[in-house]
């Protein structure tokens, strides 16, 4: 019977450390190792050169690269599916970006009507919280402007007709956001959001529920694996419901 157990185990890393560049999955790698109860036999792979001999030795193409009793289990990914864990898909669509957003600007509304009223369960947490995620979003798209108007010209029905629109959104979004949480200007912000989140509620809603379309959604901005669903359904609505609640409440 085998009474070998994790913890007086080796398993031998090589990875590259240099002065230049320090690889970070060799760190996760070796980190992996020891969580799991692992003696870890550290290898640095000094230079591109020392690298580049090793890669060639064993026939692999990255590093680093993981041994365990004298038998390769490969790169850091390779050692996670070796140990039973999940391995992250790029390719994968999630709901986790929105859903990381959405959690973080509802505490954010929280914190600032505790800070202002004492309490974090007000109207205007609310409002602060449909304001500050509008920023929020805006921020995100702004970042790769190009990006997301070529993912939201593919739903989107007034892009579809007017492109500048794909290029004015992440903008206007922003702006009725700002002027939201700041609470002026409801003259323009609220017709402004209602306009727009108006017009991404009829593009969600077509290209899910009626053409059932499965294509992935510009909301957090151009390079995002979310599908156009739900959640961007809700962003839309949001902003048409904040921009009537705005516009009721100054009648």
Not at 2 to 8: D, G, L, Q, V, Y
């Amino acid at each position: 019977m085998n009474s070998i157990t994790p913890a007086n185990r080796t398993a031998i890393v090589h990875r590259m450390v240099t002065a230049e560049h320090v690889c970070p999955y060799g760190l996760k790698a070796v980190d992996l190792l020891k969580r799991k109860g692992f003696q870890v036999d550290d290898r640095h792979l000094e230079t591109r050169e020392e690298t580049d001999a090793f890669k060639a030795e064993h026939g692999v193409k990255t590093t680093p690269q993981v041994f365990i009793d004298g038998t390769r289990v490969g790169g850091y990914e390779d050692l996670r599916r070796h140990f039973g864990m999940k391995v992250r898909d790029p390719k994968a669509t999630s709901y986790r970006p929105v859903i990381a957003l959405f959690a973080m600007t509802a505490l954010m509304a929280m914190a600032v009507s505790q800070a202002t009223f004492g309490t974090p369960f007000t109207g205007r947490a609310i409002e602060w919280f449909i304001a500050i995620s509008m920023c929020a979003l805006a921020l995100l798209k702004l970042q790769d402007v190009e990006s997301f108007s070529s993912m939201f010209l593919g739903y989107d029905l007034l892009a579809k007709r007017w492109v500048p629109y794909s290029y004015i959104y992440p903008f206007a979004e922003g702006a009725a956001g700002v002027l939201m949480l700041a609470g002026v200007l409801t003259w323009l912000s609220a017709p402004l959001a209602l306009f727009i989140g108006g017009i991404g509620a009829v593009s969600v809603f077509k290209a899910v529920y009626i053409d059932k379309r499965d294509i992935k959604c510009a909301c957090v901005g151009g390079n995002s694996r979310v599908p156009l669903g739900f959640v961007s359904l809700t962003e839309n609505l949001m902003m048409v419901g904040m921009a009537v609640w705005m516009l009721v409440g100054h009648a």
